[in-house]
């Protein structure tokens, strides 16, 4: 009975360091973009005139 605990208990904590890997990833990923993007932005604002 306890084996199976174990089994269960492993395949979890397997699941949830890649999905850990994959939200950091992403996170990671989207960060960056979103600097880009608003350095972009910074930067075009100098050539707007109203």
């Given amino acids: 009975m306890n084996e199976k605990a174990y089994k269960a208990m492993s395949l979890a904590g397997a699941a949830n360091i890649a999905v850990g ?11 960056v973009i979103a600097i880009v993007t608003g350095a972009r932005l910074q930067k075009e604002k100098k050539g707007l005139t109203f």
Avoid at 21 to 31: D, K
């Fill in 21 to 31: 890997i994959v939200i950091l990833v992403v996170g990671i990923a989207a960060g």
